[in-house]
């Protein structure tokens, strides 16, 4: 998950920005409120009083920063700012769970169609070593069931509202975890969709970056598919294996190129794969020359297709 401790931080400035908006919002309606029982000691100053004058400050900030808006929702913005970077960290989770299955493809490993209605995740596990309720264990059945939760505060949000009571059992489902939260990573989460704050995105990217890191390991490829991943697919010699031939008269520079690469683009260290790395090393020495290649394409170009014979031409 590159530049997730970036993301972090600018979620973490986006919360700041937000709190700090609300409490200059506060402290402009605590000087009118100063200023009008200095002027008038009998008068009272109302909670409407101090959203109007919230609203007030809001708008002169508005209309300074020339931001079309008027009359803010202050109780709204800290679990609608928490929302917004929920849709942007299960963005990031989607990225990867598909990426997985397109890297697993690459390696000559296809999966079924995944069901309608089928979260990805679920799907994901489903389709891995051990299958889906193994695999929930391995990464942690809390885990699953809160990236689960916060999927569904996302969908809520993007797409169609749901309703009170749907959006409360779906918390009364996870608010057992909340103790273990605290203690495991110092959050005050999970909370309910109206009342989310920063923790709750916090652990979501948590879960993610941990969920990310037990998927690699249970779905680690085998040495035939990483042989799979580099192999020929006839016709032009294309990357990473053009580039591993330049090495070939160089052993040690050939296993520092494919070792270097397998690092760069999955995080794979083929140090601690060495028969992995010896059958990489074996495919690419073994490669054929170009006419050798140019002969196996044409001979599998006259081989004739399954089910048919070759028939003599008539005259």
């Not at 397998?262 to 054929?288: I, K």
Request: net charge positive; proline share 5%; with cysteine.
């Amino acid at each position: 998950m590159a530049g997730s401790g970036r993301y972090d931080a600018l979620a973490s400035s986006l919360s700041l920005s937000v709190q700090y908006f609300l409490k200059a919002a506060e402290d402009f309606a605590d000087g009118k409120k100063t200023i009008a029982l200095g002027q008038d000691p009998s008068q009272t100053f109302t909670a409407k009083d101090k959203r109007n004058a919230m609203w007030d400050f809001a708008n002169d900030q508005a209309e300074h920063f020339s931001i079309n808006t008027a009359n803010v929702e202050f109780s709204e913005l800290p679990p609608h700012t928490t929302q917004l970077l929920l849709v942007s960290a299960y963005q990031q989770a989607e990225s990867f769970l598909n990426g997985v299955r397109y890297e697993l493809r690459d390696m000559g490993v296809e999966w079924p169609a995944r069901g309608e209605h089928v979260p990805l995740l679920e799907y994901t596990l489903q389709n891995l070593p051990n299958g889906l309720d193994d695999n929930k264990i391995m990464i942690g059945e809390e885990r699953y069931d809160l990236f689960e939760y916060y999927r569904l505060m996302r969908n809520a949000f993007v797409h169609s509202p749901l309703s009170s009571a749907k959006l409360a059992k779906h918390f009364d489902a996870v608010a057992p975890y909340r103790n273990l939260m605290a203690s495991e990573y110092g959050v005050d989460a999970p909370n309910p969709f109206g009342r989310m704050k920063l923790d709750d995105y916090m652990l979501f990217t948590r879960l993610i970056k941990y969920i990310a890191t037990d998927i690699c390991r249970i779905g680690e490829p085998s040495d035939e598919a990483l042989v799979k991943l580099i192999e020929w697919k006839q016709g032009v010699v294309g990357k990473p294996l053009k580039v591993f031939l330049k090495y070939r008269p160089s052993k040690p520079l050939m296993r520092a190129a494919i070792s270097k690469w397998f690092h760069a683009n999955y995080s794979l260290t083929l140090d601690r794969r060495p028969t992995a790395l010896d059958a990489l090393l074996t495919y690419v020495s073994r490669f054929p020359n170009k006419r050798t290649r140019r002969r196996a394409i044409k001979a599998s170009a006259n081989e004739p297709s399954h089910g048919t014979k070759k028939r003599r031409a008539k005259r």
